[in-house]
């Protein structure tokens, strides 16, 4: 077995951790309004366990935040007639319609791990007009800052897990990849909204060179 790469200070002080979307509205723990399949209370507790073991082996930590007004364009009830799921065409993209979720100030918006334990806390799709699958920039192509604060930190490699594996987890990670960060997805700490779409997406992020690991791996 080839020896990992997160195991000595220096690669340890280059790796950052992207926990994605950790929020009450993503879990079945807080039944929340986008609830995922498996986001239970014993895979919080996991992946709050595996995230504080990072913070004491000195990985730096970030959290992205879906963070919507309430008239979001990505929710079912912003579109009169609509239902949730239902897709639409935006900008030349598909668009699925959800239920509300990640309000802004809502209970279900917080993140469920201390946000103390994070070196950032990375807001999204705050614009109304604009979803924001990435935690690196909407799709306005406007920045979240992200990049930036990883870049500040000289990280050049990152370990990104969390909700949901199809969605925002897969788009944060390939976003990464395309700026040139080498990417681990841990895949045992992420779960998907269907299984077929998480199959898709596990696919096209090894496409794309990045690395599926486990988190006994880091
Ligand atoms: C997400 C759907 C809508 C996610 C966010 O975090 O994967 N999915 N907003
Ligand atoms: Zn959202």
Redesign the pocket.
Same mark, same amino acid.
């Given at each position: 077995m080839s020896p990992s790469p997160f195991s000595d200070p220096d690669a340890i002080a280059e790796t950052g951790v992207i926990v994605?979307?950790l929020q009450g509205d993503?879990t079945t723990l807080k039944q929340g309004a986008?609830a995922v399949d498996g986001a239970d209370a014993a895979y919080v507790k996991e992946v709050e366990q595996v995230t504080l073991r990072l913070k004491s082996a000195e990985f730096t930590l970030f959290a992205t935040q879906?963070w919507h007004p309430k008239d979001h364009v990505?929710f079912f009830t912003s579109l009169p007639g609509k239902q949730a799921f239902d897709t639409i065409e935006i900008h030349g993209e598909t668009q &699925?319609l959800?239920p509300p979720?990640?309000v802004q100030d809502s209970g279900n918006a917080e993140i469920l791990i201390n946000p103390d334990t994070f070196s950032s806390v990375v807001k999204k799709?705050t614009d109304s007009r604009f979803?924001s699958?990435s935690g690196f920039q909407d799709q306005g192509n406007t920045p979240t800052g992200l990049e930036q604060l990883l870049r500040a930190a000289d990280i050049t490699r990152v370990a990104v897990y969390g909700?949901?594996t199809d969605?925002?987890?897969k788009a944060t990670a390939m976003d990464a990849a395309k700026r040139g960060f080498e990417v681990f997805l841990v895949e045992d700490l992420c779960r998907g &909204?269907a299984p077929d779409t998480t199959r898709e997406a596990l696919e096209e992020m090894k496409q794309q060179g990045i690395h599926i690991i486990t988190s006994n791996e880091i």
């Amino acid at each position: 077995m080839s020896p990992s790469p997160f195991s000595d200070p220096d690669a340890i002080a280059e790796t950052g951790v992207i926990v994605v979307d950790l929020q009450g509205d993503f879990t079945t723990l807080k039944q929340g309004a986008l609830a995922v399949d498996g986001a239970d209370a014993a895979y919080v507790k996991e992946v709050e366990q595996v995230t504080l073991r990072l913070k004491s082996a000195e990985f730096t930590l970030f959290a992205t935040q879906d963070w919507h007004p309430k008239d979001h364009v990505s929710f079912f009830t912003s579109l009169p007639g609509k239902q949730a799921f239902d897709t639409i065409e935006i900008h030349g993209e598909t668009q &699925v319609l959800w239920p509300p979720h990640c309000v802004q100030d809502s209970g279900n918006a917080e993140i469920l791990i201390n946000p103390d334990t994070f070196s950032s806390v990375v807001k999204k799709g705050t614009d109304s007009r604009f979803d924001s699958y990435s935690g690196f920039q909407d799709q306005g192509n406007t920045p979240t800052g992200l990049e930036q604060l990883l870049r500040a930190a000289d990280i050049t490699r990152v370990a990104v897990y969390g909700l949901a594996t199809d969605y925002c987890v897969k788009a944060t990670a390939m976003d990464a990849a395309k700026r040139g960060f080498e990417v681990f997805l841990v895949e045992d700490l992420c779960r998907g &909204v269907a299984p077929d779409t998480t199959r898709e997406a596990l696919e096209e992020m090894k496409q794309q060179g990045i690395h599926i690991i486990t988190s006994n791996e880091i």
